[in-house]
């Protein structure tokens, strides 16, 4: 009996491999869910569904689009972590779900560094200083002279406490020993931009995206851009780094990721659709218009590499600064 019992043991763990490989080789076999921790109408859902029929096409199934919002994006990461990892579950992640939140939020009972594999990021987009046009200053340096002659009478907004606009102002702040007042809104960059929009308050920095036409259409000043070279949509504004403030590199990226066990074989053929869906020239004209670049990661490694050094980056703003989330 015990021989009957080792050869059918033995028949399992011989089979376990080519039954993996079944599993996994005919992925996907139903549609997939993409959640989107943010609600309908943002960056998230705009890069989400701009996405989904070319990604759809390639892997051969729908992908629905599966929007979480709340609790800065937490409550949309901790749906995907926990859930099965198995290729059906993507996480729409960005900058704050991924590399600010768990440095903001220490009580989280997920960590994305270990709950969630990296597979590529798929669009990337600079932020902009704006101000308002009755601001007197016209660029970031003269921001500061400005701000230095009226200690705590100048004003800045946020999308909240947390944001990345808010942690790209407090790293500026900080290193040009500004003294100045946070505004913090809620509900994305829209509340803030109109704000900005009627003169309720100075200054703020913004994803590109939400901003690019009021400022191409003259309604918001802007002073400065984060990326190392000026973006063709804005040619006269300068960027931060030829003002003097090379630190001041920044972008709200925004990537899939998938549960931590999800089989290899999957995220490798997850990992080629998304670099072939990047390349396709409506999806990348479409970005280039709302001000966000196209792009893939080389490697899924290469993504993990990349969002490990970005959490890095602002933990030190969070620490250094003591911010607290809203």
Same mark, same amino acid.
């Given at each position: 009996?015990?021989g009957?019992?080792?050869?059918a043991a033995?028949?399992?763990?011989?089979?376990?491999?080519?039954?993996?490989?079944?599993?996994?080789?005919d992925?996907?076999?139903s549609?997939?869910?993409?959640?989107?921790?943010f609600?309908?109408?943002?960056a998230?859902?705009?890069?989400?569904?701009?996405l989904?029929?070319?990604l759809?096409?390639?892997?051969?199934q729908?992908?629905?689009v599966d929007?979480?919002p709340?609790?800065?994006g937490?409550?949309?990461?901790e749906?995907?972590?926990?859930?099965?990892?198995?290729?059906?579950t993507l996480?729409?992640g960005n900058?704050? $779900?991924?590399?600010?939140n768990?440095?903001?939020? /220490?009580? +989280?009972?997920?960590?994305p560094?270990?709950?969630? @594999?990296?597979? *590529?990021?798929v669009?990337?987009?600079?932020?902009?200083?704006?101000?308002?046009?009755k601001?007197?200053?016209?660029?970031?340096k003269?921001l500061?002279?400005?701000?230095?002659?009226?200690k705590?009478?100048v004003?800045y907004a946020?999308?909240?406490?947390?944001?990345?606009n808010?942690?790209?102002m407090?790293?500026?702040?900080?290193n040009?020993?500004?003294?100045?007042?946070?505004v913090?809104y809620?509900?994305?960059?829209?509340?803030a931009?109109?704000?900005?929009?009627g003169?309720?308050?100075d200054?703020?920095?913004?994803t590109?995206?939400?901003?690019?036409?009021?400022?191409?259409?003259s309604?918001?000043?802007?002073?400065?851009?984060?990326?190392? $070279?000026r973006i063709?949509?804005?040619?006269?504004? /300068?960027? +931060?780094?030829?003002?003097?403030f090379?630190?001041? @590199?920044s972008? *709200?990226?925004?990537?899939?990721?998938?549960?931590?066990?999800?089989?290899?074989?999957?995220?490798?053929?997850?990992?080629a659709?998304?670099?072939e869906?990047?390349?396709?020239?409506?999806i990348?004209?479409?970005?280039?218009?709302a001000?966000?670049?196209?792009?893939s990661?080389?490697?899924p490694?290469?993504f993990s590499?990349?969002i490990?050094?970005?959490t890095a980056k602002?933990a030190?703003?969070?620490e250094?600064?003591?911010?607290q989330?809203?």
């Amino acid at each position: 009996m015990w021989g009957r019992i080792l050869l059918a043991a033995a028949a399992a763990v011989a089979l376990a491999p080519s039954l993996a490989r079944a599993q996994t080789g005919d992925w996907p076999r139903s549609p997939i869910r993409m959640i989107v921790p943010f609600a309908p109408g943002g960056a998230s859902d705009f890069a989400a569904r701009l996405l989904q029929p070319r990604l759809s096409d390639l892997l051969g199934q729908k992908i629905i689009v599966d929007t979480r919002p709340g609790a800065a994006g937490n409550v949309g990461y901790e749906a995907a972590a926990r859930s099965a990892p198995d290729g059906y579950t993507l996480f729409l992640g960005n900058v704050g $779900t991924v590399s600010v939140n768990p440095t903001l939020f /220490p009580s +989280l009972k997920l960590r994305p560094d270990k709950d969630l @594999v990296a597979v *590529s990021i798929v669009a990337d987009t600079p932020s902009l200083l704006v101000a308002t046009l009755k601001f007197p200053p016209n660029d970031a340096k003269e921001l500061v002279e400005y701000a230095k002659q009226n200690k705590g009478k100048v004003n800045y907004a946020s999308p909240g406490s947390g944001s990345l606009n808010r942690l790209e102002m407090e790293l500026f702040r900080a290193n040009a020993g500004l003294d100045m007042n946070h505004v913090p809104y809620k509900g994305g960059a829209g509340p803030a931009v109109n704000d900005l929009l009627g003169g309720h308050v100075d200054t703020m920095f913004v994803t590109i995206s939400s901003a690019i036409a009021q400022v191409q259409g003259s309604q918001l000043k802007g002073l400065g851009v984060t990326t190392r $070279t000026r973006i063709p949509g804005l040619p006269n504004v /300068p960027t +931060l780094v030829e003002q003097g403030f090379p630190e001041s @590199v920044s972008s *709200s990226w925004q990537g899939i990721l998938v549960p931590t066990g999800t089989p290899e074989p999957i995220i490798a053929k997850l990992h080629a659709a998304i670099v072939e869906t990047m390349k396709d020239e409506t999806i990348r004209t479409r970005m280039q218009e709302a001000g966000v670049i196209a792009i893939s990661s080389p490697t899924p490694q290469d993504f993990s590499t990349y969002i490990a050094e970005d959490t890095a980056k602002w933990a030190k703003v969070i620490e250094r600064t003591g911010i607290q989330p809203d």
